[in-house]
């Protein structure tokens, strides 16, 4: 028998003690997962809410809550477009409602129809909405195609009946599954007049990004710039929280799972003591003892792994079309996810498994050998 074989062949002499222990590691693996899968599906959501807009970053308000609770005053735009290497800076209020069943939450923007190409926006079919209008609105076109509306078919939100008079494409997806309004009309049905949700900024070519984004918020000590994922925490408190929760969560995960299987593997060490006396008398030396342990320690830790895997794509499913969520949580199932699994797997694994093999390594061969 080889060296792994006789691992693997150790590993399923106990059975249930290896499916109880290997159930415990899939426990923290399903925790793991599902943080992971949550956190990065509302960065993903937050992301693309930064990218509708065709810009080199977005300005938010610092710190607060929620990303959409962000306020500006529109008097900070002037200030922003004097920042030097600034080309043009477009403001927009974002909201969102539930439209119905399926879209529960319908993004709203409301803009000047005279920035609607700055922000990327171009109008496909139809005409843009008059800057006064308040009956009228323009929507992407994957909420034409979902909803079945086209250029004057009638659109209910919040009680209020629009006509849609175009229908755009951003490229973005989150912002052409929504809609957009005359944003004064907009400020008034948010009583939020004069306020922006968020600037979207476009720099000069050859400009240097960073130097234009210290020198608004040095300027502006109220606002944060984003640009990338990581910039979120500066403005979306309640993200930075997720993401520290799923930091803490794993390595909560790996402290338990590591005494999970450090608690097997010791029962493991004194039940088989005699047999690690053998070992030693035959010339094993120490390392390769050690190396049996980690190596059942860390099979354990592999199939647990596997079935943690299995049993969050269930779990995060089940919480995607729990009826606070349906519509609301976009899974994002991306690799690293998976591979901070692994990594947490075998960190409780090795981790777990460290003392018992010291223990099985270091007992002289003559006390192992008198064990009953």
């Not at 960065?43 to 962000?70: C, H, P, W, Y």
């Not at 609105?137 to 009946?161: D, F």
């Not at 592999?302 to 079309?321: E, F, T």
């Amino acid at each position: 028998m080889t060296f792994v074989g006789l691992v693997v062949h150790n590993v399923g002499v106990k059975r249930l003690r290896l499916a109880l222990t290997s159930l415990a590691i899939a426990i923290g693996v399903v925790t793991v997962v599902a943080l992971g899968v949550v956190t990065a599906s509302l960065e993903s959501s937050a992301l693309a809410i930064m990218q509708t807009g065709r810009a080199d970053f977005t300005v938010a308000q610092k710190g607060v809550s929620d990303i959409l609770n962000s306020n500006i005053n529109e008097a900070t735009v002037p200030r922003v477009s004097a920042v030097p290497g600034v080309a043009q800076t477009v403001g927009v209020l974002v909201s969102t409602t539930h439209l119905n069943a399926g879209n529960p939450l319908f993004v709203e923007i409301g803009i000047a129809p005279d920035k609607l190409a700055a922000f990327g926006v171009n109008v496909v079919r139809g005409r843009a909405f008059g800057a006064a209008a308040t009956n009228e609105v323009m929507v992407g076109w994957r909420t034409a195609e979902n909803l079945g509306l086209r250029v004057g078919s009638p659109l209910r939100i919040e009680g209020s009946t629009y006509r849609v008079v175009g229908i755009y494409s951003t490229g973005q997806a989150l912002g052409d599954a929504g809609a957009m309004f005359p944003i004064r009309h907009m400020q008034d049905l948010e009583r939020q007049p004069g306020e922006y949700t968020l600037l979207f900024v476009q720099v000069g070519a050859g400009v240097d990004v960073a130097h234009v984004r210290a020198k608004i918020e040095g300027d502006n000590p109220q606002l944060v710039t984003i640009r990338t994922t990581s910039d979120f925490g500066r403005a979306d408190r309640s993200l930075s929280l997720i993401s520290a929760a799923n930091r803490g969560s794993r390595t909560l995960a790996i402290v338990i799972g590591a005494i999970v299987v450090m608690s097997a593997m010791t029962m493991t060490f004194v039940e088989r003591l005699r047999e690690f006396g053998v070992l030693a008398a035959i010339g094993w030396s120490r390392r390769r003892v050690m190396s049996m342990i980690l190596g059942e320690a860390l099979v354990i830790g592999l199939l647990g792994a596997a079935i943690g895997s299995l049993l969050s794509l269930v779990a995060v499913r089940i919480v995607q079309h729990l009826p606070g969520l349906e519509g609301v949580l976009h899974p994002v199932f991306t690799a690293d996810i998976f591979a901070r699994a692994l990594v947490t797997a075998a960190a409780m694994s090795l981790l777990g498994g460290l003392y018992p093999a010291l223990r099985a390594a270091f007992t002289a061969p003559v006390v192992a050998l008198r064990h009953e």
